[in-house]
């Protein structure tokens, strides 16, 4: 299995800051079709998962240009300028490349 | 709008067998994957199960294979998670989700006790 490695377990930010989140794979991500398959999710206290940015550094429907990802092969972050209030909670990694799915084991992003 | 909506989920005793569904709205439910992904309490997030459009693919961890098995009514814009021989380390919110994990339900509690 993938074993997806997330980096820092927590982060404690003022409103404003800039924050970045790694998160490496044991193996490259990158799928046949030459497209890679890792995702990044946020989920917010007491709400489901939201998707943030899909294969490496799309951005999901309605996120703010706030959130951004890049990397390639085994190694990926999420870089969010500029943290609000609302972005508060815990982001997962995600590879959706080789069966099984596996995710990181989140970042918990809290206010200094 | 893009709806997934669970229910089926609830209290059951160890190696018993319990039923859950998704119901799903707002987009054409046969052209997309589907998955099960499930959070056990204060814990992280754990890929159960996926399927193909068609339902002739299925995929699982070791975790659950051979005792779960994800299903779809295309018909009816549902998905079905069966799971068999519960064990305690099943207690979770389970959520279904559309490829590419872009949207997601509210989740539905199991809790698997004597």
């Known amino acids: 299995d993938v074993v997806m490695t997330q980096t820092p377990p927590s982060l404690s930010v003022a409103i404003g800051q800039s924050v970045s989140i790694s998160c490496k794979s044991s193996?490259?991500?990158?799928?046949?079709?030459?497209?890679?398959?890792l995702h990044w999710l946020l989920q917010s206290p007491g709400q489901s998962p939201k998707l943030l940015i899909y294969?490496?550094?799309n951005l999901g429907s309605g996120v703010p240009d706030r959130f951004s990802g890049t990397g390639s092969q085994k190694d990926f972050t999420l870089k969010i300028s500029r943290v609000e209030a609302e972005d508060l909670g815990v982001y997962y990694c995600?590879?959706?490349?080789?069966?099984?799915?596996?995710f990181g084991g989140g970042t918990k992003l809290e206010l200094k | 709008e893009v709806q997934l909506v669970e229910s089926g989920g609830g209290l059951v005793q160890p190696g018993r067998s319990l039923k859950l569904s998704c119901a799903a709205s707002?987009?054409?439910?046969?052209?997309?994957?589907m998955a099960w992904v499930r959070q056990a309490p204060k814990k992280g997030l754990e890929w159960v199960a996926t399927?193909?459009?068609?339902?002739?693919?299925?995929y699982y961890p070791d975790s659950v294979k051979g005792r779960f098995t994800i299903s779809r009514d295309n018909a009816k814009s549902s998905l079905y998670l069966q799971m068999n021989s519960l064990k305690s380390e099943d207690t979770a919110t389970y959520y279904c989700?559309?490829?590419?994990?872009?949207?997601w339900g509210q989740g539905v509690m199991v809790t698997v006790s004597s």
């Open positions: 399927i193909s459009t068609s339902g002739s693919r299925t």
């Open positions: 995600v590879q959706a490349t080789h069966f099984p799915w596996t």
């Open positions: 707002g987009f054409t439910f046969s052209n997309y994957y």
């Open positions: 989700a559309r490829r590419p994990l872009d949207y």
């Open positions: 193996q490259s991500l990158v799928y046949s079709d030459g497209k890679t398959y």
């Open positions: 294969q490496v550094s």
